[in-house]
């Protein structure tokens, strides 16, 4: 009996204790929610990693949805730091909960980026990705300035940088955007001969219509990749690619002969549901049964052959025309060479558009995910 007794004083004694510390620890009840952007404040970043800190240790993480929704719930009030980025495209900011009075949530209507990649474009007659760039946000507010280097993909003499600035080839870049053209001090041959100014840049765009003299200098730009950088090279840029696929042995192999595609639009399927629902969900763009119509090629453009399904993720695939041979083919793709990645795709943007077409939303997510490969 006393022992049975003594067993329940032991027990009460431990519920007791339990319920003391319960009343004294903070509640968990509070979160933090809000939707990642682009730095033009309205176009939603899918699938960026969100990371919590509290006095420096990782407390939890998420990413954004398809509409750069995110949500970090069971949170006590106190200071945290929140961290939102896709690749080096990212933001940081502090979270006080204490400030919370009458909600058990801290909104932020948007976040958007603030800290951009060190980007090069290297400018071509028949694509303009920094226009894509320049809409989504990566401009001076103030001045209207791109916040990225444009480099003359028809520039390939050696000059004096001091005698050359913005100096430019009719051909190099048509946009009517008169923010858009060259404004650094060298040219393509500058940048492709050399690695130390490959190195200054984290993405490298190359626009299908550069000039093709350089071809000689790949291994510069696959050792930039290998050592962690990210390329983005279309249609007529193949070329520039033969040293970092081993002439078609490694990763892809395009078709010979060469600029042999003849269709000028194609239904395509995407291959991605996250890329479908956020061109849907956020532009509003009809996406029936996955497919897109692709109206961005060359009347001559550059059909990938075959793929190692193994190291390469395709992206699109519809059915096209090319050297009298009617069949679907695949259209973009995303590869990891050693510490960087590649993007190759057989269309582009269209030349002088105000509005961003359906094609332009595509490359657009793509720009995202290549920055994001790991």
Known sequence: MK??????????VIVACSKDQSDNSPEANYGISGKFVTPNGTDAVSKAHVKLY???DLIQESLTDSEGNFSLDGLTKDDYELTISKGAFRTSTTVDLNDLIDAFTFNFDSIPIAELPNIAVVTGSFDHIEEVLYNIGLVNPITQEPLFDIID???TMDRNPDTSHRRHHDMANRTFNPMLQPNVDFGFGDLIESPTLLSNYDIIFLNCGLSESKVEFGNNLTAYVSNGGLLYATDWAYSYLDDITAGGTNYLSFYDPYRSGSSLSTEAEILNQDLIDWISLNFGIDIPNGNVTINEFLGGWQVV????????????????EYDGISESKYLAYTFLHGDGGVMYSSF???NNTSDATTVERLMQYMVFELAAME
């Open 54 to 56: 509290k006095n420096n």
């Open 348 to 350: 582009h943007t269209e």
């Open 153 to 155: 993909g028809h520039d």
């Open 305 to 320: 052959d075959s793929f190692d399904n193994t190291t390469v993720i395709p992206w699109l695939y519809g059915p096209v």
């Open 3 to 12: 022992k049975t007794t003594a067993l329940l004083f032991a027990l009460l």
